[in-house]
C-alpha cells in the first residue's frame, strides 16, 4: 500500500451521532434565530421524522416552507420546483429530512436558489468535475432517516433529467450540508427491503474507492471498516427493525460510506453503470448497484486484482486460509462472497424482473457517462464491450 501519491480531502459537515442527537437540533436552530429567517424543509410524502422536525423547527421559533414533493430518483424538475418554493418564499437555510432522495433534493435547490440557471446544467454531464458556484448557498441541515446514502456529508447531488432519462450527480463542495443528525432511532421504521437497499448503497460508496484508480491508505481505513460494518449489519437491521445496536453500526457505516466519497478520487465505475438503470426504468438507487455488481465486480478482478483481493477481509475474520491464499483466490472468494451476499438479502440479479430486454440496451448504454468509465478503469472502453456486459444482466 502507498502513500507516495497525492491525496485531497476536505471534512465541511458538522457531525452529531448516535440514538436520540436529533434532540440537539432545536439548540442548534435557536443559536442561528438572528441569522436565519425563513427555513425551507425539503422531505417526502410519507417519512414519521418530518413532523417531528417540522415541530423543533416551529418551536425554534422560525416560519417554514414545506416542500414534499421529491421522489425516489429526483428530477430536476422537482428540484427547480423546490428551488422556485425556496426563492419565492425567501427562506435562507434548507433542512432536509428523509433519505438520499431528500438530501440530494435540498442539496440541489440550495444551489439553484441562490445561483439561478438549470439543475442539470450543474451536473458532471455538463460541468464534468467539481462545481464552484459564483454566489454562497444556503446552508443546509440533512437529518437521514435511511441508513445508507451518505448524502448527509457529501458534496454530491444526484439528479435524473426526464427529458434525456440520463442520471448524473452534482458535484460541489458549497453543497455539502453544514451540519449532520445522524440518529440511528429515526431509522427503525425503515422497511425491510428499504433497509436492504439503502444499506447496500453505503457498502458500494466504500467499495467504490477501494477498487478505485486513486486508492489512499487513509480512505481504505475508512471504506474497509464500513464495508465490514454493512455485511455483519444489514441483516440483523433488517430482519430485526428494532435491533438499536444494528441500526446504529448500519447508520455510521453509511456516514462513512459518505465520508469515502469526500475523497477527491475516481471510482470504480460501479455507480457510472447503474445511474442509467434508474434514469431509463426508475429502478431504485440501491437495486441498481446490486443489478450491476456481478459485472463489474469481475472486470475490476481483471483490472485491479490486488485491490479487489483486499476485500476478502470484509467477508471473512477468521484470518486463516482466506488471509494467506492467492490473490487470484481471495478475487474468486470475493465474487462467490458477494453474489451470496445479494442472494440472502433478496437484491434482483436480473434485469428482466423490471421488464428490461434486450431492446433497451442501447438506451442504457446512452446513459452511460464514458468519460467517467475511461477514467475509473484507466483505458478507453468501447460501446461494444458496456453493451455486452449490459446484456449478461438480462
Known amino acids: ?43 417526502m410524502n410519507g417519512i414519521p421524522a418530518s413532523e417531528n422536525v417540522i415541530r423543533v423547527i416551529a418551536d425554534a421559533g422560525f416560519e417554514y416552507t414545506l416542500f414534499e414533493d421529491v421522489e425516489p430518483n429526483p428530477s430536476t424538475t422537482t428540484v427547480e420546483k423546490a428551488a422556485s418554493a425556496a426563492r419565492e418564499s425567501n427562506c435562507d437555510l434548507v433542512v432536509a429530512v428523509g433519505g438520499g432522495s431528500a438530501m440530494d433534493t435540498a442539496k440541489a435547490a440550495a444551489l439553484v436558489a441562490t445561483n439561478g440557471g438549470k439543475a442539470w446544467d450543474y451536473t458532471v454531464e455538463v460541468q464534468n468535475g467539481l462545481v464552484e458556484p459564483e454566489k454562497k448557498v444556503h446552508p443546509i441541515i440533512a437529518v437521514p432517516t435511511t441508513a445508507g446514502t451518505g448524502a448527509e456529508v457529501t458534496q454530491n447531488s444526484v439528479l435524473t433529467n426526464p427529458e434525456t432519462q440520463q442520471k448524473s450527480p452534482i458535484r460541489s463542495l458549497a453543497i455539502c450540508p453544514q451540519y449532520a443528525f445522524v440518529d440511528p432511532e429515526l431509522t427503525v421504521t425503515m422497511p425491510k427491503n428499504v433497509t436492504v437497499a439503502t444499506g447496500f448503497d453505503a457498502f458500494t460508496h466504500a467499495f467504490e474507492k477501494v477498487v478505485g484508480p486513486d486508492s489512499f491508505p487513509y480512505i ?38 459518505g465520508l469515502s466519497v469526500l475523497a477527491e478520487s475516481w471510482e470504480s ?17 440501491g437495486e441498481t448497484l446490486a443489478l450491476t455488481m456481478p459485472v463489474v465486480l469481475r472486470k475490476l478482478t481483471e483490472i485491479r486484482p490486488e485491490r479487489v483481493a483486499l476485500l476478502s477481509g ?3 475474520n477468521d484470518g486463516g486460509p482466506v488471509k494467506r491464499a492467492s490473490v487470484t483466490a481471495k478475487c474468486a472468494y470475493v465474487e ?7 442472494n ?10 423490471y421488464g428490461l ?25 468501447n460501446r461494444d464491450e458496456v453493451k455486452s456486459l449490459y446484456a449478461e444482466l438480462i
Request: no cysteine; proline share 5%; charged share 20%.
Open 357 to 381: 430486454s434486450e431492446t433497451d440496451i442501447d438506451k442504457l448504454v446512452a446513459g452511460v457517462n464514458f468519460n467517467r468509465l475511461n477514467a475509473s478503469w484507466e483505458r478507453e472502453v
Open 314 to 316: 470484509v467477508f471473512s
Open 220 to 257: 481504505d481505513a475508512i471504506a474497509i471498516d464500513a464495508m465490514t460494518t454493512v455485511v455483519d449489519n444489514l441483516e440483523p437491521a433488517a430482519t430485526e427493525p428494532q435491533n438499536i445496536e444494528a441500526r446504529s453500526a448500519l447508520h455510521w457505516a453509511g456516514t462513512q460510506g
Open 344 to 353: 440472502r438479502l433478496g437484491l434482483s440479479l436480473r434485469l428482466a424482473d
Open 1 to 43: 500500500m502507498s502513500h507516495n501519491r497525492r491525496f485531497h480531502y476536505s471534512l465541511p459537515t458538522n457531525i452529531a451521532f448516535g440514538p436520540g442527537v436529533i434532540s440537539e437540533l432545536s439548540p442548534l436552530l435557536k443559536k442561528q434565530r438572528e441569522s436565519v429567517g425563513r427555513v425551507l424543509v425539503v422531505t
Open 269 to 285: 465505475a460501479l455507480h457510472v453503470f447503474s445511474l442509467p438503470l434508474s434514469g431509463v426504468a426508475g429502478i431504485p438507487h
Open 336 to 342: 462467490k462472497q458477494m453474489l451470496d451476499w445479494l
